[in-house]
């Protein structure tokens, strides 16, 4: 069995960096064209990236039922989670607290594993759980406290957290099988439909055109083939609980970039709720311990001479 090691630097520095860099971006991406326009664009840019990718590797194409669940997982991941973040930022959600909220994913994520998947909840996981609502509470309140009521962003990012959640359980229920290459062209493409519609009926423009392809671009490239692919080598070099514990350093690094980049200044009402973020995510990715095998079950399971 390949024992898992710790991520390197140069491999955890650079994922943490595109993560980050992906809310700031986007709240300039929607601030320069319409959020549903903005998601519909980029999944279907994606969509197109990863089909040509897939189709020069040869791989296998979902089909029949595996290709329905593709594209249910995709408006859950994709859909749900990129929609309701970029809506969320268009009407005033600050990007640090739209990276926060997102942050808690592997939190919630276990979580509904536990209801839905009957998986087993330990008290460490149970207690990060605890902590990442009083992270996300801390946080919103803080901001509502901050703007007199309640923005109705926060809803569309929070939308955007139950999608990324509910998807991964889906992918990870029946998705298992497909190919990511393949599968990922028809998540996106199937996502990009499904908020396509929403774009359709949603008011504003386009403002500045370069602004909007810059950060696309960006968004495509850096996230959506740069990003993943890194997250990946991570998960294989020192396995799926140290890679989710990297999203812990994403919310800071989101504020930081956010700084200069938007001017927001990070409040302390934010800066309390990273910090428990943090501490959260840590607590919900840390690996369970295996129980301990005694010493009468070891001679049990010992062949018997002959």
Not at 221 to 244: D, K, P, T
Request: hydrophobic share 55%; aromatic share 6%; charged share 10%.
């Amino acid at each position: 069995m390949k024992t898992a090691r710790s991520i390197p630097l140069s491999l955890a520095a650079p994922i943490v960096f595109i993560w980050a860099s992906g809310f700031p971006t986007g709240k300039l991406g929607v601030a320069a064209a319409p959020p549903f326009l903005l998601t519909t664009v980029r999944l279907a840019m994606a969509a197109a990236l990863l089909a040509v990718i897939a189709t020069a590797s040869h791989a296998d194409w979902p089909r029949g039922r595996q290709l329905g669940h593709a594209a249910a997982s995709g408006i859950l991941t994709y859909g749900a989670q990129f929609g309701g973040c970029y809506g969320g930022m268009s009407v005033g959600v600050p990007a640090s607290v739209t990276a926060l909220v997102i942050a808690m994913n592997p939190v919630l994520t276990a979580a509904l594993a536990a209801v839905l998947l009957r998986e087993r909840l330990s008290r460490v996981r149970l207690a990060g759980l605890v902590v990442g609502v009083l992270a996300v509470v801390v946080t919103l309140g803080g901001q509502v406290l901050a703007e007199g009521t309640l923005n109705p962003g926060i809803l569309l990012t929070l939308v955007g957290l139950l999608g990324f959640s509910a998807g991964g359980l889906y992918q990870q229920r029946f998705c298992g099988p497909i190919d990511p290459r393949a599968g990922g062209a028809v998540q996106s493409a199937a996502a990009a439909a499904a908020v396509g519609v929403l774009a359709l009926f949603e008011n504003g423009h386009v403002t500045h055109w370069v602004q909007a392809a810059a950060v696309l671009a960006w968004l495509v490239l850096a996230g959506s083939v740069i990003g993943i692919s890194c997250y990946l080598r991570a998960v294989g070099v020192g396995g799926a609980s140290r890679a989710s514990a990297l999203f812990s350093a994403v919310p800071p690094v989101a504020a930081l970039l956010a700084w200069p980049l938007l001017g927001e200044t990070p409040t302390i009402a934010t800066a309390l709720g990273i910090a428990l973020g943090a501490a959260s995510c840590v607590l919900g990715t840390r690996p369970d311990r295996a129980a301990p095998v005694r010493p009468r079950e070891r001679r049990v399971r010992q062949p018997i001479d002959s």
